[in-house]
């Protein structure tokens, strides 16, 4: 059995916590929150993010980083992806080489649009990145329905370690060697979720919302294969997978985003109403300055990007794209 840390007590570290914890793991959980702390270590709950859970007692949380990380063999950032940095940095000169990290968030950074794990390897070069990514809502998790994910890394022994660390019966790991493509599937994906959502708030149908899923699959795999990703990925649980889970979902915070500002609510509204954090959003803005300076074509992210950050109208948006050239199907 393994130490294993989590960095961050939100809604998907503490389901996996709970998993890992099931197998018979030593599972430690570093929060900043005293009020989370305390609740997982007295009531063995974690009401903030998941209600009605019972977490295990081999799982403690602490509130001192130090103490959390101390004999740990694997430590997963459980963290926001604009948090990733500032929380690698944090690790730095405090953990052996031997430990393996994990990230389970889904985005690129602002600003320098760099792949988390790039990131990470940036604050952390002599330690194996992993990225666990797949279509996996925190809630499901949880209660151990059956779910499948992928394993990803520049390291393919590391990412088996971290497939034998969480496969169970219930929780099935594939591992991918093409870590590009399945970060980029991840981020993209959320994308395109939001806008589903917006779909779904102004009162389209099935039709309209088959409709920008294939068209968004088509921008996934169109930026994914620019970046170095490979076609057949997004294909897969990280692309097609994850798309269609977050986009149809009622636990997906980016759908519900979505669908608030479809019925009219404001960007900022409908951050305040989902209350955690939507990473669609900060995903529009990179990826739309990331196709503009590749010059690549991404309708439904150009639309998406005016309807957040320029207050477009989303029926005139949905228009917009209706009313785009005629041209061929093709990717």
């Given amino acids: ?23 018979g793991n030593k599972v430690s959980v570093y929060d900043r929150e005293k009020n989370t702390v305390n609740d997982i270590n007295i009531n063995r709950r974690n009401d903030r993010y ?23 063999e694997f430590i997963v950032l459980a963290v926001p992806s604009h948090a990733i940095r500032v929380v690698a940095k944090s ?5 052996k080489k031997d430990v393996i990290i994990i990230s389970i968030a889904k985005g690129i950074e602002e600003g320098s649009n760099l792949r988390l794990s790039q990131v990470i ?16 809502h925190a809630e499901e998790v949880a209660f151990d329905i059956p779910t499948t994910v992928v ?7 590391a990412a088996k370690k971290v497939q034998d660390l969480f496969i169970s019966i219930n929780f099935r790991v594939y591992t991918n ?49 620019k970046l170095g990703g490979k076609a057949e990925t997004f294909l897969g649980l990280t692309g097609m997978g994850d798309l269609i889970v977050t986009c149809t979902s009622l636990h997906s915070r980016n759908r519900k985003a979505g669908y608030l500002i479809g019925t009219g609510k404001t960007t900022d509204e409908a951050i305040k109403e989902v209350g955690m954090v939507v990473e669609g959003i900060k995903a ?16 439904i992210t150009d639309v998406l990007y005016k309807i957040l950050f320029e207050e477009k109208n989303p029926k005139d948006a949905v228009i917009d794209l209706m009313e785009r050239e005629r041209k061929s199907e093709i990717y």
């Fill in 91 to 95: 690790l730095k000169n405090k953990i």
């Fill in 50 to 72: 998941i209600k009605d859970l019972h977490i295990p007692e081999n799982v403690t949380a602490y509130i001192n980083l130090d103490e959390a990380i101390e004999n740990t």
């Fill in 284 to 299: 529009c803005r990179s990826f739309y300055e990331l196709k503009e300076k590749l010059n690549i074509e991404m309708p």
């Fill in 1 to 23: 059995m393994s130490n294993v840390t989590f960095l961050g007590g939100g809604s998907f570290g503490t389901a996996l916590g709970i998993l890992l914890a099931n197998k």
């Fill in 151 to 157: 394993v990803a890394s520049h390291h393919l022994d």
């Fill in 121 to 136: 390897e940036e604050e952390l070069p002599n330690n194996k990145v992993v990225i666990l990514s797949g279509p996996s």
């Fill in 177 to 225: 060697e093409d870590l590009i493509g399945v970060e980029i599937g991840g981020a993209v994906k959320n994308i395109i979720a939001l806008a589903a959502g917006v779909c779904d708030g102004i009162g389209y149908g099935d039709n309209s919302k088959a409709a920008l899923m294939t068209r968004g699959m088509a921008e996934i795999v169109r930026i994914g294969v």
